[in-house]
Nanobody, 123 residues
Framework: QVQLVESGGGLVQAGGSLRLSCAAS????????MAWFRQAPGKEREFVAAINWSGRNTYYTDSVKGRFTISRDNAKNTLYLQMNSLKPEDTAVYYCAAGRLWPRYRDYEYDYWGQGTQVTVAS
């Protein structure tokens, strides 16, 4: 089992940057594919980015390509999401998730979830 705790959210002006972190418990972090999802008020949770076990393969939803970077440090059991050039439409609760299969883009395909961290981008 994996426990995930996100941090790094906050309020930022449009065009600014934030880096989210997701700390994982347990010794098996490196055996999980990881992903970031987000959920805006009144909307369904959506896929943002995913990374495979080694970190060599990544996928992004089109709306964040070129602005967001997903990465992981298996030695630190930590997942990251560097978010640059933030837009008001990026405002959402961001969740990290862990799963055994790769590649996967749907939330029901991930097994473990963090509690989420709020990102608010002001215009």
């Amino acid at each position: 089992q994996v426990q995930l705790v996100e941090s790094g959210g906050g309020l930022v002006q449009a065009g600014g940057s934030l880096r989210l972190s997701c700390a994982a418990s347990g010794r098996t972090f490196s055996s999980y594919a990881m992903a970031w999802f987000r959920q805006a008020p009144g909307k369904e949770r959506e896929f943002v980015a995913a990374i495979n076990w080694s970190g060599r393969n990544t996928y992004y939803t089109d709306s964040v390509k070129g602005r967001f970077t997903i990465s992981r440090d298996n030695a630190k059991n930590t997942l990251y999401l560097q978010m640059n050039s933030l837009k008001p439409e990026d405002t959402a609760v961001y969740y990290c998730a862990a799963g055994r299969l790769w590649p996967r883009y749907r939330d029901y395909e991930y097994d473990y979830w963090g509690q989420g961290t709020q990102v608010t981008v002001a215009s």
